[in-house]
């Protein structure tokens, strides 16, 4: 009995153009040609595998070759029509390239040509899967193909027309064949199933229809294997799902839900029940990723297109109306995003399962991956309480002008008249003033030897000097003198005739907080350790005299008139007054002040 089974892909093959579904424009074209006389000596058919080529490549050798040809409407009852149909090899021959591409078979087909018809007007010759042929077989096609015998079509049929020679293209009637249409292929299995009673469900056939990705053979094929569930039982999408290997809706929601709601111990147990099914990590998480596919589809799209798109019945499109309200979109493509990382992770470990438990718990961490309104709403709850944003300027600071900084008074120091002089902080006018504070550098309290050198390494401005001067030895360092060795004296001497040596004196003269202190950079001497120990206790660093905050006056931005006069007043006393000295000078001017007036933006006034 086996062997009279005709398989029904084979037995619902459509015989003439018009029973060719979802090719419209290929129909029309085909058919104007035939019923105008106007036949190409070439056609090429591209397309998808299962939409047709070969098909429509036999229904029109039948239109052309037939007794009443050529016709639109073959009989397929004379001896061309029998012999199309049952693929004996007289006037219409079918050769597959995938297995007869060399320059040698093609060179064959080039001397046969030449004998005429035997039962129908034309030698028609079909050549399947044509980028297969090499390149030399191509070549040697291409004179024949440009200028055949007259009685002589060649129809040529690929699913992959970029590997086929422009040369060859351009010799070629193209027709392109499109995916068909998932609404067309449930019409033809559903009239398939009435006419061999197959007891199947319409959402049955959609899950078909959507799995063939627009193949009608592949959509016949699998309705074949499931007529035989169909006997006993109405044959329905869970055992579409279970013949193909996918997982349902329901429990791709359920483990969805978990998911959402940011339960990992949850998922896992959903998962661990759709693992031991017998699923495995990347069946599962493909379907996952198709299912949030569709979930980010309902999101964004109108309600009409979602049946279409997504391929789900209406009490499926409700499901995902509700998650539709928990998640935002940039939430869906990062799940997406995870998952499709995930899958390439599977596709390459040795322990699939382990990966793919991992991913799960990554996508249930929901609560990590903070809604983008959330976000908004604190950044401008930061920003009205007058602090920037991330995406301002990092390094400066806003003052708003609630944030009045209140002056502060102080008794005034006594100086002489002539050179007394008052500190000021001014209120800016503008509503918001930028300012950076300024940079102090810290000031070492006379520890040893190594913490100077450290210091005086952090003060290297240029990183090449720093890693050359990592390579020396520190034997005296203080304010009179500064002495490093190198045990190279080519270190010595690109030390000390380059501008490297300058970067020392430099950051010697700012930890020691004076104009020129001598360096001195050689090689080792005998005395260098006796004077490195010495060295290594710690040593007073000379501190310049400040002046206490108590004697600094802060002064409002309109000082009142009398108080210059009570300051000079109180100079006037003569058993206050002192001379000018250098260092009275220098005490005015100490960093404490320095310091402050750089912070305040402050000011000396005469």
């Not at 998952?339 to 991913?359: D, R």
């Not at 008052?422 to 300024?438: A, C, L």
Request: with cysteine; proline share 6%; glycine share 4%.
């Amino acid at each position: 009995m086996s062997g009279n089974y005709i398989p029904l892909y084979r037995k619902y093959r459509p015989q003439t153009l018009e029973q060719l579904v979802g090719q419209e424009h290929i129909k029309k074209t085909l058919t104007n040609a035939i019923e105008l006389g106007k036949i190409a000596h070439a056609f090429l058919f591209t397309g998808p595998r299962g939409t047709g080529k070969t098909s429509t490549a036999r229904i029109l050798a039948k239109s052309l070759n037939c007794k009443n040809g050529p016709t639109i409407h073959p009989c397929g009852e004379c001896e061309s029509c029998q012999d199309i149909t049952n693929s004996i090899p007289i006037d219409v021959i079918e050769i597959d390239d995938a297995s007869n591409r060399k320059v040698e078979d093609t060179q064959n087909i080039i001397k046969k040509i030449q004998y005429v018809p035997v039962h129908g007007k034309y030698k028609i010759y079909i050549i399947d899967e044509v980028h297969m042929l090499t390149n030399h077989a191509f070549n040697a096609l291409l004179k024949t193909l440009e200028e055949p015998p007259e009685n002589v079509i060649f129809i040529l049929a690929t699913t992959e027309v970029h590997k086929v020679l422009d040369t060859i293209k351009s010799r070629c009637q193209r027709f392109d064949f499109r995916r068909i249409t998932t609404e067309d292929i449930v019409k033809h299995l559903r009239y398939i199933s009435d006419e061999e009673k197959i007891n199947i469900s319409d959402d049955a056939l959609f899950t078909i229809a959507k799995n063939s990705a627009g193949g009608m053979r592949d959509s016949i094929s699998l309705l074949d294997q499931l007529s035989l569930l169909g006997i006993s039982k109405e044959v329905t999408a869970d055992d579409v799902n279970a013949i193909l290997g996918r997982i349902s809706f329901d429990v791709l929601n359920k483990i969805s839900n978990k998911i959402i709601s940011s339960s990992p111990n949850e998922a896992l147990e959903v998962l661990n029940e759709i693992y031991n099914s017998g699923n495995e990590p990347l069946q599962i998480l493909t379907n996952l990723s198709e299912y949030f596919k569709n979930l980010l589809i309902v999101k964004n799209c109108r309600a009409e297109l979602l049946s279409e798109l997504t391929g789900l019945n209406e009490a499926q499109l409700q499901e995902l109306n509700k998650q539709k309200e928990q998640l935002e979109t940039q939430q869906i493509v990062f799940l997406l995003e995870r998952i499709t990382y995930y899958i390439k992770e599977i596709k390459l470990a040795s322990n699939q399962h382990l990966w793919l438990e991992v991913g799960i718990i990554d996508l249930a961490n929901m609560n990590e991956n903070s809604k983008l309104l959330e976000l908004q709403n604190r950044i401008k709850a930061l920003e009205a309480n007058g602090i920037p944003s991330a995406a301002a300027k990092p390094a400066v600071h806003h003052l708003q002008p609630s944030a009045t900084v209140e002056p502060v008074t102080r008794p005034a120091p006594i100086y002489p008249a002539e050179k007394t002089k008052e500190i000021t902080t001014e209120k800016q006018e503008s509503p918001e003033v930028e300012f950076s504070p300024p940079l102090i550098s810290k000031k070492t309290d006379g520890s040893d030897i190594q913490t100077l050198w450290q210091t005086l390494l952090i003060n290297i401005k240029s990183p090449a000097t720093k890693a050359l001067l990592n390579l020396a030895t520190p034997v005296k360092i203080s304010a009179e003198e500064v002495i490093i060795t190198f045990k190279n004296d080519k270190l010595v001497s690109q030390i000390n005739d380059t501008n490297k040596k300058q970067m020392l004196i430099e950051a010697a003269n700012t930890i020691f907080n004076q104009s020129s202190t001598p360096v001195i950079v050689r090689l080792p001497q005998a005395g260098d350790n006796t004077l490195q120990q010495k060295n290594s206790q710690p040593a007073s660093i000379p501190q310049p005299q400040e002046k206490p905050l108590e004697n600094i006056t802060v002064k409002e931005p309109e000082p009142p008139v009398d108080t210059a006069k009570e300051i000079t007043a109180a100079n006037n006393t003569p058993e206050k007054k002192t001379e000018e000295t250098p260092k009275n000078k220098e005490r005015l001017e100490s960093d404490q002040e320095k310091m402050v007036l750089e912070l305040f933006d402050g000011k000396f006034i005469e």
